[in-house]
């Protein structure tokens, strides 16, 4: 998610993330550590509960209206919807995928 943040800067995409687990102080430290310069809030009204989400991250796409575009994307699929749906072509990532096979790995 960082490096898709970085990548989509300036595209009028904005990330709004919702911590549910591990403590405040925890959140608050990968916040600094990772840069994550983002709109960071803590769950402590239980939201996790109430919006039914079971695994995360739990990412939604909404659109300015914030009506729900799109629900449990993962951070490839989220560049495609961006890509398809609104004509937001963000740059390819530099960092390599899991998904990537390794040319050096034994076959």
Do not use: C
Not at 11 to 21: D, F, L
């Amino acid at each position: 998610m960082l490096d898709f943040h970085k990548r989509a800067a300036g595209k009028g995409i904005q990330v709004y993330a919702v911590a549910s687990g591990g403590t405040k102080e925890e959140w608050k430290k990968l916040i600094r550590e990772y840069k994550m310069d983002w709109v960071n809030v803590y769950d402590e009204l239980g939201y996790r509960k109430f919006y039914d989400v079971q695994t995360t991250p739990m990412m939604y796409m909404l659109d300015k209206g914030k009506i729900i575009r799109a629900k449990k994307l993962d951070t490839p699929q989220m560049q495609d919807f961006f890509e398809k749906q609104y004509k937001v072509k963000v740059p390819p990532s530099t960092l390599p995928t899991f998904n990537q096979k390794d040319p050096d790995a034994p076959h």
